[in-house]
């Protein structure tokens, strides 16, 4: 059973234009989501993150915003640079804080010049 | 560099070894998971420890799996008798003492393991 979706595996973008990754989770607990990026061989880097209080968190040009009624977030990139391809990672943990993330597959985002 | 240390990078075993891979936290970070990455999947948790205590290891394999962060010294996943499925990238990550929902949690660069 898996908690936190995102079904594009992978996604291709122009340079310059707007990357719009996708998450989708099932457990109502999730009030807390991340962004991780991940280069091959290396490990995930923290990008962003959102708590449920909010709809909506900006840092540079990543912006994140969470539905939590359509229990939906997604990662908007804008603009696209070639450094951003990598997979992305969406996360969620429960209220509390005292349990690991749970991760979806990642999406493998591909920005083409 | 004061980020999440792993180690060894790269390790290789011929199957029935034993693996062990080392994680030393981020400097005032005493909270640390283990995640695993199989080939074309997600990160997996495994465990949440604590220094000298185990928060929760409901991903952990029941069998041949283990780990450990003892009071000085890094946190060590240990895999017994390692089979060609154990093969994949270990990845650890380290929090803050108060892990309040809005603690984000940082990566290593990972350990993989191939067994071959």
């Known amino acids: 059973d898996q908690q936190v979706k995102q079904n594009s595996p992978s996604l291709s973008v122009q340079e310059g234009r707007i990357s719009i990754l996708n998450c989708d989770y099932t457990?109502?607990?999730?009030?807390?989501f991340l962004w991780y990026k991940k280069y091959p061989a290396e490990g995930p880097t923290f990008l962003i993150s959102?708590?449920?209080?909010?709809d909506k968190n900006e840092d540079g040009r990543f912006t994140v915003f969470l539905n939590k009624s359509a229990k939906h977030l997604s990662l908007h990139i804008v603009p696209s640079q070639p450094g951003d391809s990598a997979v992305y990672f969406c996360?969620?943990?429960?209220?509390?804080?005292?349990?690991?993330?749970?991760f979806g597959k990642g999406t493998h985002l591909i920005i083409q010049p | 560099n004061a980020g999440v240390m792993q180690n060894p990078r790269h390790l290789v075993r011929r199957r029935g070894q034993e693996a062990r891979l080392r994680c030393s936290p981020m400097?005032?970070?005493?909270?640390v998971y283990w995640y695993r990455q199989l080939p074309e999947e997600g990160l997996k948790f495994m465990v949440y420890?604590?220094?000298?205590?185990?928060?929760?290891e409901s991903g952990m394999p029941k069998e041949r799996f283990s780990a450990e962060f003892p009071k000085e010294g890094p946190s060590i996943l240990r895999i017994q008798q390692v089979v060609r499925g154990d093969s994949a990238a270990y990845f650890c990550?380290?929090?803050?003492?108060?892990?309040?929902?809005?603690?984000?949690?940082?990566f290593g660069e990972g350990s993989w393991l191939t067994v071959v």
């Open positions: 990550a380290s929090s803050p003492p108060a892990r309040l929902s809005g603690n984000t949690i940082y």
């Open positions: 457990n109502s607990m999730f009030d807390y």
């Open positions: 959102i708590s449920s209080i909010k």
């Open positions: 996360a969620a943990s429960p209220g509390g804080g005292a349990d690991g993330l749970t």
């Open positions: 400097k005032g970070h005493s909270h």
């Open positions: 420890l604590q220094k000298e205590n185990i928060i929760d």
